[in-house]
């Protein structure tokens, strides 16, 4: 089986709670636009946004080539779910969502059934999901990273098939890693996300899972991302803190188109 699926490198922008009001989300947006409109064909770039800016930052990326994508779902498609955004409400204007971010496990109690539940209403509704896996440092501590891991693989993916892994994208971001500037070694990175590839195989059949692409997320930056991306089951990164700053997260899709196309 070949460590790359057929499918073009993605490098997502995860904007978190930020930035706090819509001008600078605009400039922000524009801003990253202008390099990485410039790589669109050798590399999918997609910008997740809060809720409130995704409409804005919609017709900034007309015709752009750029994606975006919401940061969450809700499992359910309407109903009495306050506070809740359904996939349904995203899809006309979004091509991507995140699911099972360590920030919602952690802090909003998400479970791998809540993010099991999500995946398969979000590619119900066609649209592509991230599912984000990784370990915490006490696990990765105790060594314990790779069963960490594959079980939240294997749950999360529990109602998907082989027709879904196109859409299919499963970040891998240990968690001691997102936002500490600690990224992960990249020995250990491509050890895991060669795990996860095996894990899809054994769950969707081996030739749909060379289409489901694996990303790398944890303080990913300009001067590390040749690391990660360079790797053989590597299709991309996730990116957090220095997708916002326009000319750092214009450097990481540069140096990730190429890497991509050398190879
Ligand atoms: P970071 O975040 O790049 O700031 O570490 C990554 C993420 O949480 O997706």
Not at 69 to 87: I, L, N
Not at 106 to 112: S, V
Not at 212 to 239: K, T
Request: hydrophobic share 45%; with cysteine.
């Amino acid at each position: 089986m070949s460590s790359r699926p057929p499918g073009m490198p993605l490098v997502a922008a995860n904007w978190k709670m930020n930035p706090t009001n819509i001008d600078d989300a605009l400039d922000l947006v524009r801003g990253i636009l202008s390099v990485a409109r410039g790589h669109a064909d050798r590399v999918e770039v997609s910008i997740f946004p809060p809720f409130p800016w995704l409409l804005a930052v919609s017709e900034v990326l007309v015709e752009s080539g750029v994606k975006l994508g919401a940061q969450d779902c809700f499992w359910e498609m309407s109903g009495a779910y306050t506070g809740e955004v359904s996939p349904a409400m995203l899809k006309d204007l979004c091509q991507w969502v995140i699911v099972g971010h360590s920030e919602r496990r952690l802090y909003l109690g998400e479970t791998d059934d809540m993010v099991a539940k999500k995946t398969a209403a979000g590619l119900s509704c066609g649209l592509g999901v991230i599912m984000c896996v990784g370990e915490l440092a006490d696990h990765y501590d105790a060594g314990t990273s790779d069963q960490v891991v594959s079980a939240q693989v294997k749950a999360g993916l529990a109602s998907c098939s082989a027709d879904d892994s196109a859409r299919l994208v499963i970040a891998y971001e240990p968690v001691w890693a997102i936002g500490t500037g600690k990224s992960a070694d990249p020995e250990h990175a491509y050890k895991t996300m060669r795990l996860i590839r095996r894990i899809v195989g054994e769950m969707i059949g081996a030739g749909a899972a060379r289409k489901v692409r694996i990303l790398y997320g944890g303080s990913v930056n300009a001067a590390n991302v040749q690391s990660y991306v360079e790797l053989p089951y590597c299709d991309g990164c996730l990116v957090g803190g220095a997708s916002l700053d326009a000319a750092e997260f214009a450097h990481i899709v540069k140096v990730t188109a190429e890497v991509y196309g050398h190879r």
